[in-house]
T-cell receptor
Framework: DTGVSQDPRHKITKRGQNVTFRCDPI?????LYWYRQTLGQGPEFLTY????????KSRLLSDRFSAERPKGSFSTLEIQRTEQGDSAMYLC???????????FGAGTRLSVL | GQQVMQIPQYQHVQEGEDFTTYCNSS?????IQWYKQRPGGHPVFLIQ?????EVKKQKRLTFQFGEAKKNSSLHITATQTTDVGTYFC??????????FGSGTRLLVRP
């Protein structure tokens, strides 16, 4: 069990650029979640995958955000035309079908200049 | 939509003092989870409560789920510097969506 892995750990980009983050869940976990966390707040749900199917997506997520989990293993989160308000920590979590416990990765910290 | 309110926002205690954080919802919860996030770290699962009135203990930590399943608390007895961090409660807003409270940040003076 190597835990949930996220890459990169930090990303600095200029406003208007596209960015993509990767999450590798714990290998036997079929459930994968993306969250966004800003300073002083709890993680905010973005989207959920069960295997390769995206089953829920937050209404707060604009159409600039897209996530994929093509083979039911790793997932990517893309933000197009980044804005300063997108600056946050993006967390990935995974869980198995038999448990509600979510295991979080270390996150990707995005700074949009 | 589903919301969980958490108080206090901050608590600064002397090492050895007790600490409690409270989580409240306007709707009945199916279950509630607690997570701890150390400074610069990521949330780590502590416990899940499911039954009305449930009380669970982990060493110096005591977790309670209210009788009406609308509130929960985490109590730490005799805090230590290793308890520093932010404690979040979280509840399921739907089958797949975990809603986190805003957290209580605990600071411990040695």
């Amino acid at each position: 069990d190597t835990g949930v892995s996220q890459d990169p750990r930090h990303k600095i980009t200029k406003r208007g650029q596209n960015v993509t983050f990767r999450c590798d869940p714990i290998s036997e976990h079929n459930r994968l979640y993306w969250y966004r966390q800003t300073l002083g707040q709890g993680p905010e749900f973005l989207t959920y995958f069960q295997n390769e199917a995206q089953l829920e997506k937050s209404r707060l997520l604009s159409d600039r955000f897209s996530a994929e989990r093509p083979k039911g293993s790793f997932s990517t989160l893309e933000i197009q035309r980044t804005e300063q308000g997108d600056s946050a920590m993006y967390l990935c979590a995974s869980s198995s079908g038999s448990s509600n416990i979510q295991y979080f990765g270390a996150g990707t910290r995005l700074s949009v200049l | 939509g589903q919301q969980v309110m958490q108080i206090p926002q901050y608590q600064h205690v002397q090492e050895g003092e007790d600490f409690t954080t409270y989580c409240n919802s306007s709707t009945t919860l199916s279950n509630i989870q607690w997570y701890k996030q150390r400074p610069g770290g990521h949330p780590v699962f502590l416990i899940q409560l499911v039954k009305s009135g449930e009380v669970k203990k982990q060493k110096r930590l005591t977790f309670q789920f209210g009788e009406a399943k609308k509130n929960s608390s985490l109590h730490i007895t005799a805090t230590q510097t290793t308890d520093v961090g932010t404690y979040f409660c979280a509840a399921w807003g739907s089958s797949y969506k975990l809603i986190f409270g805003s957290g209580t940040r605990l600071l411990v003076r040695p």
